[in-house]
């Protein structure tokens, strides 16, 4: 009985530091997409119209933000959402995590891309990279889901494995190949391609709110 | 009884992941506006003397380094004080906060532009856009006010909802009208638009504290 | 019973929070500080003696990124020191607590500027900011012991009062009057002062192990 | 009974907030990598093609990103194993700790050097500096574990000193010299000491996953 008692504390000791590791990790690429916002460099007797003219110029940049902001906040509150039903973690669980963190700390750079080249010829390419990202992040975050469900579900609480099952076929049926078809289809438009992102953000969130409140699936 | 336990348990951990996500983020963005002070590039021949008028000149950079830090700080207080009545959260109360978080990281640009433009003709703008912030930031803190309490203060402790709504009462009475008198007031004086956001975290500081040691209302 | 039970808990949350919170803080200014290691720009034909003399000259950035690490890892280690002893938190504690935290933040600055300017006629000017910083960060951890011990210690664990009484004494009478000697004589030689902010963590550094292993007073 | 009681929850405790000290460095160390991915700059008029080559020319960046990525996230790894096991801190720990830190935080430098020269013929003393790093990096690793096991393992779980054990040998045999090696290598052959980092983190990784799994040593 003891026994048990000291292996669930240790249990939940180690899934606790996973989750706050991960935590900063998220918090810091979230914040970080900031420095990608630049003071513009006019002439020291400029105008107040002037200012306002060049802050408006760079609303790809903002609009970029924004919707890394909120791609990164819906993947933490997935990740947030997959931990709520592991008791425990092995090696396997914190690779895939790893996996999972490493394209998530990368966001800033192909979202400063976006913002750099949304308004020039090479918009495609930007667009191709940005939604990439996230094909590439959609896939960490299926393996993710495998990690947790292997060894017969062993890591998970139980009666987790349906719900578990259930994010892995969202992952499969809608995240990974709509942002696949938004990476294909910013050589044709990238702002096809960045409308695709944005909606799925969207989605998620309204998507998962209602499920939360009890209207949903 | 045990399902009861297990069902606060999985409560407090779930709140206990939101709020160390939004310590995260409120720690990096208070860290990050030390980068707006920026090391001037003086000649290699510089003297002890043209060094310190050079800083000595960048007093808007601290200036607005004070005033985002301790606004930030504040509404870290206040979100520390909102989750200390809390017991459980939903989707809404996490996009309030998403919210709010999106706010909050976006203040070290805002304060890099009145660092930059606060002693030129620009300024107007400038402050206008950081007063502006604030406001917004009123404004998501009042949403996640209303998410807290949402769902007839399910999510509360026992007897916290007085305590949100007498908050609440405060952020339309008090914080978002300051705010935005201090973005209407930016065009006809920077100067009154920046005291008026002064003026505010340093009320809400010395408020708080009355309240807390019991001598306030 | 199960109120104080209650009341317990949620004063252990409410410190948990603020030691999350100014971790965090500590953690990302001193991690900071390496943005202020700059590569060289060399000329791509350049060759690797010229990139070892190169970074051979930055030495003062090596020098100030050591200092300033280790002076705010003290001050994690003292921070950490105080809030073992801690029960309860207060808003002047908040507030004492914000203000070493603003100044710990600020760090990186006066460290860049030392990196920058150590080997011109302007580091007089330099040190003594650098060490000026680190007045200030001493008489905030003045009022930080100050807030923890006040309302008679009703905030402290039971017998913790003397050892706050004893860290304030070591506080008065080694930390500000010699960081203060530290930035008095970087007009006669910036060297010293270094030398005094560099002696300074040595010392509680030892100082403080020796008292833990037993050893010491 | 009751005062055990409290020194372990006091114990618990004081490790907390080490380990959450330190996984703020380490999230911080591993995300701040990111600043290294440079967007080029490109005139405005430029085209997609162009875009692709100016990232695809900046491969060593990515690789330089990749290998400290992975070599930081092998070592929290490292260091959540380690904790798992203590039970207690004093400050020869909290000491060392602080010293791999140190080190951990100043990856992002190195890292950037060998993006900026890897291509240049500068590469041998960008590499050499890379996998010297890396050589302090398992030296403070081992001081870690020194310090862990110091007064007789007091500070340890029960049973826990054979693995502290291991883990000392494995880095004296392994992780150390074959570190040092690249750095020594890195004159002959830049490429052979990135190999010999590369290896190591891959190795790191699939070795304990074979072992916590239960299928390795």
């Known amino acids: 009985m003891t026994t048990m008692l000291a292996a669930d504390t240790s249990a939940a000791k180690e899934t606790g530091r996973l989750e706050a590791f991960s935590d900063g990790v998220f918090s810091i690429a979230i914040t970080l997409l900031v ?3 630049k003071v513009p460099s ?5 105008t107040a119209p002037a200012l306002w003219t060049a802050l408006a110029k760079q609303w790809p940049s903002y609009f970029a933000f924004l919707t890394s902001f909120f791609t990164i906040l819906t993947m933490w509150v997935s990740h ?4 709520r039903l592991m008791r425990r973690t092995d090696s396997a669980l914190l690779f895939a995590n790893g996996f999972l963190l490493l394209v998530v700390t990368a966001v800033p750079f192909p979202t400063a891309l976006v913002a750099t080249y949304l308004r020039t010829p090479a918009a495609s390419a930007a667009c191709a990279i940005y939604a ?25 609480a139980p009666h987790a494995s349906p719900e578990i099952n259930r994010r892995l076929r969202e992952c499969y049926a809608i995240g990974t190949p709509l942002y696949l078809l938004a990476a294909l289809a910013a050589p044709l438009s990238p702002w096809l391609s960045l409308a695709i992102c944005t909606a799925l953000w969207v ?5 998962r709110r209602d499920r939360a409140s009890g209207f949903g699936r």
Chains 1, 2, 3, 4 share one sequence.
């Open 80 to 83: 947030h959402g997959i931990f």
């Open 132 to 156: 990439g990202t996230f094909v590439v992040i959609s896939v960490a975050y299926a393996l993710l889901l495998l990690a947790a469900r292997h060894r017969d579900g062993h890591l998970l």
């Open 203 to 207: 989605f998620w969130s309204v998507g």
């Open 35 to 37: 420095l990608d916002l």
């Open 42 to 46: 006019l002439s020291t007797g400029t």
